[in-house]
């Protein structure tokens, strides 16, 4: 789908469950249960949901998923069916390859967002991209070399590090008009600090990447938010903004962990954002 000078289009990664309760805080799962049914085991399906954006002479991916080094015990958890074609054959079918990638913005660096971003070749850890510059927030980067103990499980250090060691880390601070010609980069700090979402500018419409600040579309709620957010009520107010935005300029949301639905407008309706459209993207 075109926004702007950009072609952007999906890449699923990986598939995994989350415990239900988790992923919706204090909402009643006889609520949530409605929106994305559980297993016996109260975990709920999930996508690795990637953006891929070509235009302006650059190829650029937003997130990275869940990758392939994690133990055995660590898939097993979280169900992680992490597909069985290598990132090559994924970007084959859209005529790309890992060296085309000009650059690569996480969004955060959590195990999901940012775990395909390094690779184990030959016995050692190197940027999936190798021509790919990676951007990262101060604040997120920050947080994720010296996490709390409620953070230390979602960062990876075999995720993150090998890219400032190899030179290929660009640490960015604060929200950007433009970053990239037609790009902004919006931060939220609500789910975890520094997180950054790109804003791909069209002329009368936008696409705009959640990724953890609305994860999937029955999170569009202000108060169904996630139990992994580490400041509630700050979410819930950033998330009225970007809905406020988004129902007032044109956006299209793409959902990152959303298990069916890659992107959705939005409309106002009694006060409140709701679904307007699907969009196939």
């Not at 419409?205 to 999937?216: E, G, Q, S, Y």
Request: charged share 20%; net charge negative; glycine share 6%.
């Amino acid at each position: 789908m075109k926004f702007g000078s950009y072609d952007c289009f999906t890449l699923v990664m990986d598939s995994f469950l989350l415990d239900g309760g988790a992923m919706f805080g204090v909402v009643p799962k006889n609520l949530w249960e409605k929106k994305i049914p559980a297993d016996a085991l109260n975990r709920i399906p999930m996508q690795a949901r990637s953006l891929v954006i070509r235009g302006n002479d650059k190829i650029i991916l937003v997130d990275t998923g869940i990758g392939d080094k994690l133990p055995d015990k660590f898939k097993t958890i979280y169900d992680i069916q992490t597909s069985v074609s290598s990132m090559a054959e994924r970007l084959a079918p859209f005529e790309l390859t890992v060296d085309d990638f000009t650059d690569v913005i996480l969004t955060h660096l959590h195990f999901d967002h940012a775990g395909g971003s390094t690779a184990l070749v030959n016995g050692n850890v190197v940027a999936t991209f190798p021509n790919a510059v990676y951007h990262v927030q101060q604040t997120q980067w920050e947080l994720a070399c010296h996490p709390s103990v409620r953070d230390r499980s979602s960062y990876i250090p075999d995720n993150f590090i090998p890219l400032l060691e190899q030179d290929v880390l660009n640490i960015v601070n604060g929200p950007f008009v433009d970053f990239f010609d037609g790009i902004d980069l919006i931060v939220t700090d609500g789910h975890s600090m520094g997180q950054q979402h790109p804003l791909i500018k069209g002329e009368d419409n936008a696409l705009f990447f959640c990724a953890d600040l609305i994860p999937t579309s029955a999170h569009i709620p202000t108060a169904w938010h996630m139990g992994y957010d580490n400041h509630p009520l700050n979410i819930m107010d950033e998330k009225d903004a970007i809905l406020s935005r988004a129902i007032e300029e044109n956006w299209i949301l793409c959902f990152e962990h959303d298990p069916v639905v890659a992107a959705a407008s939005v409309r106002e309706e009694r006060g409140r954002a709701v679904i307007d459209q699907v969009v196939d993207l």
